[in-house]
């Protein structure tokens, strides 16, 4: 027997608004591509080790030609220093390897995430393994990092991090909580300058209406989460771009092992191309401003991925990995037929 | 310890790099060669913030035309670390190892065979074997000597297995033909057997492997490959019977005449054979 917890309920989607916003989820839905033709995107918070290669190829058909996948809290607490040094690893190795398979450059981020530090007797022996990883090829930042509960311990080492990432000249990706995120937003900047971080070096994220005001004003990045139920809708998300312009503003979809979508950067451009916003200020919250952001590491060269024709096809296809025995790498999943 | 195959080889590269660094490069090097232990291996990490990924230009006969320079670079930093304490030598290397980024990981498989201990490095070795990582897996197949030297034969033949499995160019292993065994034939033709019942084939390099163990199951896995709608399926069973010196095999071929006539006029080999 079991007594339905009030938790347990599923929230509103954020596509349950009036009859204007079902119609627009209907054609975002079904027709979006349309609207995002040509375009390429750029997530630069989306967890690929929670996904399949299912979003992968959904990815690439939707036009995401980089992603940035920041370390994170993997759903339960680790209990070793050997499966985070593991997980590192996996960031700059395997998971980079399979979305270059799918045609998607990879960078990651490099951190211990805010719940785990909680964990000070782990956490202390991770922070001395941190540099062997923030120096890696295709590492753009320190992330992702800051407040969850807004522990003592949590301060403590999103403090320790921000060293790190000045003595490495790296961005700094700072997730902010949950629950009472403006304040842990205000603290995480206020404690960012008092480390002497200069503020476009450090990207805010999962912003709402409530924080983004700050974050911009103090010169900071700010990045929205378009994740159902939780953070942002994508319908807010235009209204924020219409009222703040396309300046230090990025969306990403932070996909992960919870239900969330990882087309939400396209789908969020088609959105906002469906209201009337500019092609240039959609490249610029898809696409641009998080390449200039996490740039700023010294890691991202452009061409690597705005030129597919470079892409080396035996990397591609000729590795023995996901893709077995010369398989092609699109399957049809309307075909009864396996072969 | 030091082997003479070692200094040799880095001397070598060293040339070879100073040909393609610009003078900042070249300071950043000579820098961290001079530090110590940390220095050196921190610099292998940190090479490509550094050093240009531009192809390199040499004639040197060194196996690396088609290398990064940053790649170049960072082996030579592994070969300019030196440790006089086997423990200590094989903890840092097998850090490098534990914390390796892909192309880190492609540059210390390059080198096993130029390491120091060289029986140390097997389970490294097998492992990338072992590893679904493309270039991971490539970076000990091809051009590489340590498998031939170092394998034991069932390793050896994991690795040439799996290359065809995943149609490789098995062509790139060193050894190929030196370390080809019985067991390894027995594998490849059940292998083809399994392919054959999928509908599907294997490349007819492959076949090469098999010409000094022809035995009656390899045999009419040639008469089979003779029937083949694929001319190099033909091709390749006509040179293995020819080289098997298996007395049925020759004898199949006089059903063949024009195929081997068109062997010896055109003098195909092995090596124009995919």
């Not at chain 1, 790296?170 to 842990?184: A, E, I, S, W, Y």
């Not at chain 2, 081997?260 to 054979?273: F, G, L, M, P």
Request: proline content about 4%; some cysteine; glycine content about 4%.
């Amino acid at each position: 027997m079991c007594i339905k917890h009030p938790e347990f309920s599923q929230n509103p989607s954020h596509f349950e608004g009036g009859a204007e916003s079902q119609a627009n989820a209907k054609i975002i839905e079904t027709d979006y591509m349309e609207y995002i033709r040509g375009m390429k995107f750029f997530d630069p918070h989306i967890h690929m080790t929670s996904r399949t290669t299912d979003d992968y190829t959904a990815l690439a058909e939707a036009g995401v030609v980089a992603i940035i996948e920041p370390a994170f809290w993997l759903g339960q607490p680790r209990t070793g220093l050997a499966t985070f040094k593991d997980y590192y690893s996996s960031l700059v190795g395997w998971e980079r390897f399979r979305s270059s398979q799918f045609g998607i450059k990879h960078y990651c981020t490099i951190g211990l995430n805010s719940r785990e530090a909680n964990n000070e007797a782990l956490a202390e022996q991770v922070m001395e393994i941190l540099p062997l990883f923030l120096y890696k090829e295709g590492v753009v930042g320190v992330g992702e990092i800051g407040f969850d509960d807004q522990t003592v311990a949590e301060e403590k080492y999103y403090r320790a991090q921000l060293e790190l990432s000045r003595e490495a000249n790296l961005p700094v990706q700072v997730h902010t909580p949950h629950r009472d995120k403006k304040k842990g937003t205000e603290l995480s900047m206020s404690i960012a300058l008092e480390h002497k971080i200069a503020p476009d070096m450090v990207i805010i994220d999962h912003n709402n209406e409530e924080t983004v005001e700050s974050v911009l004003n103090q010169g900071f990045w700010a990045a929205f989460t378009i994740y159902p139920f939780t953070k942002m809708g994508n319908e807010r998300m235009v209204e924020i771009v219409k009222k703040y312009g396309s300046d230090r503003i990025m969306v990403n979809s932070a996909a992960d092992w919870g239900i969330s979508d990882p087309l939400a950067v396209p789908k969020t451009a088609a959105l906002m191309k469906i209201k009337g916003i500019s092609d240039e200020d959609i490249q610029k919250v898809t696409y641009q401003n998080a390449i200039d952001a996490f740039g700023k590491s010294g890691q991202i060269q452009v061409s690597d991925f705005e030129n597919p024709a470079e892409i080396d096809q035996s990397l591609k296809f000729n590795g023995n990995t996901v893709l077995r025995g010369g398989q092609a790498p699109k399957i049809d999943k309307n075909s009864l037929i396996i072969s | 310890m030091v082997i003479a195959n070692q200094t040799d080889y880095r001397k070598q590269i060293y040339d070879v790099i100073k040909g393609n660094v610009s003078s900042i490069e070249n300071e950043w090097i000579e820098t961290k060669l001079k530090g110590g232990k940390t220095a050196i291996l921190t610099a292998f990490v940190a090479t490509p913030r550094f050093i240009s990924k531009s192809e390199i230009k040499t004639d040197s006969n060194l196996n690396i035309q088609n290398w990064s320079l940053d790649q170049l670079v960072r082996i030579f930093f592994l070969l300019s670390f030196q440790s006089q304490n086997k423990e200590e030598y094989c903890k840092s290397i097998d850090l490098l190892f534990e914390t390796a980024e892909i192309n880190e990981y492609v540059a210390l498989i390059s080198a096993l065979s130029y390491l120091p201990y060289p029986e140390y490095w097997q389970l490294r070795a097998t492992d990338a074997v072992r590893s679904n990582i493309g270039p991971v897996l490539n970076a000990i197949a091809f051009n590489n000597t340590y498998p031939k030297d170092h394998f034991t034969e069932l390793a050896w033949n994991q690795l040439v297995l799996k290359c065809i499995f995943n149609d490789k160019p098995i062509k790139e292993i060193i050894g190929l033909e030196e370390r080809s065994n019985y067991n390894l034939a027995q594998s490849i033709s059940n292998l083809a057997h399994e392919r054959w019942a999928a509908g599907r084939n294997i490349t007819p390099q492959a076949w090469r492997l098999v010409r000094n163990f022809v035995d009656e199951s390899i045999f009419r896995d040639l008469e089979k490959l003779l029937k083949s709608d694929n001319k190099n399926d033909n091709l390749a069973a006509a040179l293995v019977s020819l080289d098997s010196k298996n007395p049925n095999a020759l004898e199949l071929l006089k059903n063949h005449a024009e195929l081997v006539q068109e062997i010896k006029q055109k003098n195909i080999s092995w090596a124009v054979i995919d």
